[in-house]
């Protein structure tokens, strides 16, 4: 198994850096979740990762290999998928047209769907005219038909019904279980931490506490503590 | 007056395949290219100057012109891949002015102001119908127009790599997600449009106004064909672009109004614009 290793890296937009002296290791296989209270700089972290902002320091290493100057399309090639924000579907595109994207043969599509039944018969309609839910599936499916080694999904519960992100939270620990690595932004903490094994809380631009997600889940006051960017790690 | 109409046509033909170029850049490259028919001018007035200077075959220095078409489309289109590539649709767009003057600039040094001598590749009547004559030209242009905008059609909705330039032109730093490499897309998409541009307008040349200004200009009857469907549908951009061709060609027979020729483009557009806005304009008005 390999993984994902981020050292020391800051990521600036705008005026300044919003990341500072961020390090962490992303195992494959495992879920790392991602908290912290709004405006931290989680998703640009997730940003810097995968290319879409530049780092202004640090290294981003896959196997020893530094994949930080690299394009996102090359790391998307190293195997970083990035969920982004929001429902990130081409709305013109039908199901199958989203799927073909990352699949390279019919059966990747068929795996990828068997996951959501649900899209099944949805597989021709333009991917604008599903629903929120439906959508998120779709993404979903998509980066799972990428194979990727390590996915960085962002706010995945964003303007999604509870009972509808319930609904697609397992997914994301089955795609854990295939060998990718994960790493959870989620608004949901509790839920988040239920998931990972891993925790990550960013707060100010700065890792506040780094450990086990049952740490965090038996123990409210660090929690909170760490939001406020004072627990260790 | 008819047989007045239809001789329009092989101008529509060349603004209709134009208009398709342009709804073709902006829907897959979000950019509005006022440097469309420049590069094909140049190519054009290269082509001209090589069978003129060199003594090379026309045909040879036709393709060689329109070779050099595209790879000065592909070269503008890198410009926008690098450095414009987060930009918005207008700012891109704003760029390609700066090609179309250069290119108008440097075909006056390097060519003079003057109309080239172009050398027809197709010439003659290709069939009469009731007594109206169809040129090969206006058989050409037109069936041209109609061919790449079917083309483009399969190519888009029943081909992967059609897809990826659809996903592409939506969201396109979520298609760079997943590995989709949208700079030599872009510019093959630039080169591709270039190339039939240029084809187009050498094609068309003989029979037109070519001087460096004309057309370089013909960008403008280009985007009211391409307005009409919204610089998004083809096939309306084609209906445009014939419809444009038959109205000069009929308003230039009517010596009335024979004037407002070369205004029609614009009227075009002023009448489009105050009908696809006309719901703001009423809502405004209330």
């Given at each position: ?5 981020i ?5 600036s937009?705008?005026?300044g ?13 495992r ?10 700089g ?8 995968s ?17 930080e ?19 990130a ?54 980066a ?5 080694r390590?996915l ?16 697609l ?9 295939q060998g ?5 932004v ?48 | ?11 529509g ?58 790879v ?19 700012t ?6 700066g090609?179309l ?35 090969q ?10 061919v ?5 059609r ?10 990826r330039?659809?996903?592409?032109s ?23 449009t ?8 050498v ?23 391409a ?30 109004v024979?004037?407002?020729?070369n205004?029609?483009?614009f ?20």
């Open positions: 198994m390999s993984a994902l290793i050292d020391d890296i800051a990521v937009r705008g005026a850096p919003v990341i500072q002296g961020v390090s962490f290791r992303l195992e494959q296989g879920v790392t979740a991602l908290v912290g209270p709004n405006g931290a989680k998703t640009s972290l997730l940003d810097g990762i290319g879409v902002a530049p780092i202004s320091a640090g290294t981003i290493r896959i196997d020893g290999t530094p994949i100057k690299l394009s996102r399309v090359a790391r998307a090639k190293q195997g970083i998928v990035h969920i982004e924000q929001g429902r579907v081409f709305p013109s595109l039908t199901v199958r047209e989203n799927l073909s994207l990352t699949a390279r043969t019919p059966a990747e599509i068929d795996a990828a769907l068997a996951r959501f039944p649900e899209l099944e018969k949805r597989i021709d309609a333009p991917t604008a005219l599903l629903s929120g839910g439906e959508q998120q599936m779709v993404v979903l499916a998509r799972f038909a990428a194979r990727p390590f960085l999904i962002d706010e995945m519960s964003l303007g999604l019904a509870p009972v509808v992100f319930m609904r939270l397992p997914i994301v620990s089955e795609i854990a279980e990718v690595g994960v790493l959870l989620e608004q949901f903490t509790h839920l988040a931490l239920g998931l990972a094994e891993e925790a990550l809380v960013v707060a100010s631009g700065q890792v506040s506490f780094q450990g086990p997600a049952a740490t965090l889940r038996e123990d409210a006051s660090l929690l909170h503590r760490a939001y406020l960017g004072g627990a260790a790690a | 007056m008819l047989q007045g109409a239809l001789a329009g046509l092989a101008a033909g060349l603004y209709a395949v134009l208009a398709v170029c342009l709804t073709l850049m902006s829907r897959l490259v979000r950019v509005v290219n006022f440097s469309q028919a420049a590069t094909g001018m140049f190519g054009g007035f290269v082509a001209v100057w090589l069978v003129t200077e060199t003594g090379l075959p026309i045909w040879l220095g036709s393709v060689l012109g329109v070779l050099l078409a595209g000065l489309s592909g070269v503008i289109g890198w410009i926008a891949a690098t450095w414009l590539s987060e930009a918005d649709t207008t891109r767009s704003a760029m390609t002015v090609p003057l250069l290119l108008i600039s440097l075909s006056f040094i390097l060519f003079g102001n003057k109309p080239q001598p172009f050398a027809s590749i197709i010439s003659g009547p290709a069939f009469t119908v009731g007594g109206v004559v169809i040129s030209v206006t058989l050409v242009t037109v069936s041209l127009a109609i790449v905008a079917v083309a483009v399969i190519l888009l909705t029943r081909t992967a790599i059609g897809t330039l659809r996903a592409l939506e969201r396109p730093t979520t298609a760079e997600l997943l590995g989709i490499p949208s700079k030599p897309l872009s510019i093959a998409v630039w080169v591709v270039g190339v039939i541009s240029a084809i187009a307008i094609v068309v040349a003989p029979t037109q106004s070519n001087d460096a200004i004309s057309l370089a200009m013909l960008i403008v009857p280009a985007a009211a064909a307005l009409l469907g919204g610089f998004k549908r083809l096939d309306l951009a084609v209906v445009g672009g014939l419809v444009l061709g038959v109205l000069s060609g009929l308003v230039a027979q009517i010596d009335e024979s004037l407002i020729r205004f029609l483009p009227l075009f557009i002023v009448v489009l614009l105050l009908w696809t806005q006309r719901k703001e304009v009423w809502d405004a008005a209330r």
